[in-house]
């Protein structure tokens, strides 16, 4: 019941960010973000959260199936947009002159493509993933002594440590993409709070392999929707929160003269 609550918190939490930002849409601090991105961002890590409500309860068929689907499906989505909000931050400062190559993938929106193509390569895994060795409902009496679990089996081994080694190659790409674009200028910060998110990510994720590999049962399910929850709302606070502080108690600052220096903006008023 904690995990249900704090998942449902969670993806409510997301949806009135997701709020705050459509009604402050037209402020420069959103459109400088990329907003489309950002809502594809903040729709996906809504999913991210509900979609740990599959590990909860009694396993069936149709969950057991939709477990590795859901969770990779939405988490990639979540991590190719990621990296191409980094993309788009890179390019957008690497344009310095017109007609360059990196100004017409800019303007042509190429970054965006990102987020299908990693997509259609996880479908593509699971795909096979199910087609030839699904997972299904199995059940296990040697974690608890005088107990029968019942549990979902992964089916196919490899194929979950492919599907996992995916996410987890796709995330620490992002994460290079995102370091190395750290030192734009500090006009332009996002950079910053994009690495810092990814880190706390892959920190999560890391930590999770040895512990998943350590326990069983309830307590392997468990640390699953912990590990989902705590990526996801390390990404979420990461990302969105200075945002949000900025719109809601510091709206002055939303505008592009609140991101430049003070000395600079107070010379160009009137005397």
């Known amino acids: 019941m904690a995990l249900v ?39 996906s890590l809504t999913f991210c959260f509900l ?4 590990f909860i309860g009694r396993p069936n068929t149709a969950t057991c199936t939709l477990q590795p689907i859901a969770f990779g499906l939405v988490f990639t989505v979540s991590v190719s ?30 970054p965006n493509f990102i987020i299908p193509s990693c997509s259609l390569i996880h479908l593509t895994l699971c795909g096979v993933w199910v087609g030839n060795s ?26 979950f440590y492919c599907g996992l080694g995916y996410l987890g190659s796709l995330a620490l790409g992002t994460f290079m993409v995102a370091f190395l674009a750290r030192n734009l200028p500090d006009t332009f910060n996002e950079a910053k709070f994009l690495t810092f998110s990814m880190l706390v990510f892959c920190s999560v994720w890391l930590t999770f392999l040895p512990v998943h590999h350590s326990t069983k049962g309830k307590v392997m ?37 609140g991101f430049r220096d ?3 903006c107070g010379s160009n008023k009137p005397s």
Request: net charge positive; proline share 4%; aromatic share 6%.
């Open 81 to 110: 947009t990621i990296l191409a909000k980094t993309v788009t931050v890179i390019l957008a400062f690497k344009v310095t002159a017109p007609g360059r190559r990196m100004r017409r993938l800019l303007v042509s929106g190429a």
């Open 134 to 159: 699904p997972p299904f409902v199995d059940s296990d009496s040697h974690s608890e002594h005088g107990h029968i679990i019942i549990t979902c089996n992964k089916g196919s081994v490899t194929a």
């Open 51 to 54: 979609c740990s409500l599959l």
């Open 221 to 257: 399910v468990a640390v699953e929707v912990f590990s989902i929850l705590a990526s996801s709302a390390g990404l979420l606070g990461c990302i969105f929160a200075p945002k949000c502080y900025v719109i809601l108690l510091r709206p002055g600052r939303s505008y592009l003269c």
């Open 5 to 43: 609550c704090t998942a449902l918190s969670l993806s409510a939490l997301t949806a009135a960010v997701l709020g705050v930002f459509v009604r402050h849409q037209h402020t420069p601090i959103v459109k400088a973000n990329n907003w489309a991105l950002s809502y594809i961002l903040l729709i």
């Open 262 to 264: 003070k000395t600079l």
